[in-house]
């Protein structure tokens, strides 16, 4: 399925949105983190469909124990300039799959205007990702090539990854789009290992860096990526998503677990 036809399958009510069925957006037992992000934000749309979304924080609990999950969402204050939503993430049995807070804000004038400028980089080897058994079947609907660092399982030594993403079948972006490409790349630290191991999204806060991305085609964006620390288990990286004009879109931190 493809991503649209995923977003116009989603049953929406004001501040509920059910997706009946996510085919094969899955990340080994749990739905695709970006997933259960978007379907979160696709309810709070339903509440505040107008104003800029500046910044996601959601905290990822437990797999869904069913195929259909929904997202209730609701305002918890509503400023001048800033509203704060939130949204629930359940399955059909109830449980709490994921939590998702929404900051929205109006534009507004500022004397300070700082945008970060992307780096060149060599490609000395690009690897380009392959769907393969035991790859979560939701990569089959991006087109990946890493530019800086190995693939995951790779046995790399690199704490940076940098890689060319895109959404083949895609054709204008919208904010969606952006969480999705924003989820897209692994835990770096999985890259050092050599052999398979599971890993998992424990909590991750994605900003919006304005909203000039709308309509963009969904080619060329690169994802760059740091391992800022790991250790007992767990990594925590950061990651920035540049649109195909080399301009920057969001900036994301994540804290993950790695079982290996």
């Given at each position: 399925?493809?991503?649209?036809?995923?977003?116009?399958?989603?049953?929406?009510?004001?501040?509920?949105?059910?997706?009946?069925?996510?085919?094969?957006?899955?990340?080994?037992?749990?739905?695709?983190?970006?997933?259960?992000?978007?379907?979160?934000?696709?309810?709070m749309r339903?509440?505040?469909?107008?104003?800029?979304?500046?910044?996601?924080?959601?905290?990822?609990?437990?797999?869904?124990?069913?195929?259909?999950?929904?997202?209730?969402?609701?305002?918890?204050?509503?400023?001048?300039?800033?509203?704060?939503?939130?949204?629930?993430?359940?399955?059909?049995?109830?449980?709490?799959?994921a939590l998702?807070?929404?900051?929205?804000?109006?534009?507004?004038?500022?004397?300070?205007?700082?945008?970060?400028?992307?780096?060149?980089?060599?490609?000395?080897?690009?690897?380009?990702?392959?769907?393969?058994?035991?790859?979560?079947?939701?990569?089959?609907?991006?087109?990946?090539?890493?530019?800086?660092?190995?693939?995951?399982?790779?046995?790399?030594?690199?704490?940076?990854?940098?890689v060319q993403?895109?959404?083949?079948?895609?054709?204008?972006?919208?904010?969606?789009?952006?969480?999705?490409?924003?989820?897209?790349?692994?835990?770096?630290?999985?890259?050092?290992?050599?052999?398979?191991?599971?890993?998992?999204?424990?909590?991750?806060?994605?900003?919006?860096?304005?909203?000039?991305?709308?309509?963009?085609?969904?080619?060329?964006?690169?994802?760059?990526?740091?391992?800022?620390?790991?250790?007992?288990?767990?990594?925590?990286?950061?990651?920035?998503?540049?649109?195909?004009?080399?301009?920057?879109?969001?900036?994301?931190?994540?804290?993950?677990?790695?079982?290996?």
């Amino acid at each position: 399925m493809q991503f649209t036809e995923l977003l116009n399958s989603i049953q929406s009510e004001p501040g509920v949105s059910t997706l009946p069925d996510p085919g094969d957006w899955l990340q080994g037992r749990a739905l695709f983190g970006g997933l259960q992000t978007i379907l979160c934000l696709h309810a709070m749309r339903s509440l505040l469909p107008d104003v800029a979304l500046r910044s996601l924080q959601t905290t990822f609990i437990q797999p869904a124990r069913s195929q259909q999950v929904r997202a209730i969402a609701s305002i918890i204050r509503a400023g001048k300039n800033v509203t704060h939503a939130e949204a629930r993430l359940l399955d059909d049995e109830e449980n709490v799959v994921a939590l998702v807070v929404g900051v929205f804000g109006v534009t507004r004038e500022s004397e300070v205007n700082i945008k970060p400028r992307q780096s060149e980089v060599v490609r000395e080897r690009p690897r380009h990702f392959r769907q393969v058994p035991g790859v979560p079947g939701f990569t089959k609907h991006f087109d990946a090539t890493w530019l800086v660092g190995k693939l995951p399982f790779g046995g790399d030594d690199n704490t940076q990854n940098v890689v060319q993403l895109g959404m083949p079948g895609e054709e204008a972006c919208n904010e969606y789009h952006v969480v999705a490409l924003a989820d897209f790349i692994p835990p770096v630290a999985l890259s050092h290992l050599r052999k398979p191991v599971p890993g998992s999204s424990m909590t991750w806060m994605l900003e919006f860096l304005g909203d000039d991305f709308q309509g963009l085609p969904l080619d060329n964006w690169r994802v760059d990526a740091e391992l800022v620390a790991a250790g007992e288990g767990y990594t925590h990286q950061s990651v920035m998503l540049w649109g195909p004009n080399a301009e920057a879109i969001a900036l994301s931190r994540q804290n993950m677990v790695i079982f290996g």
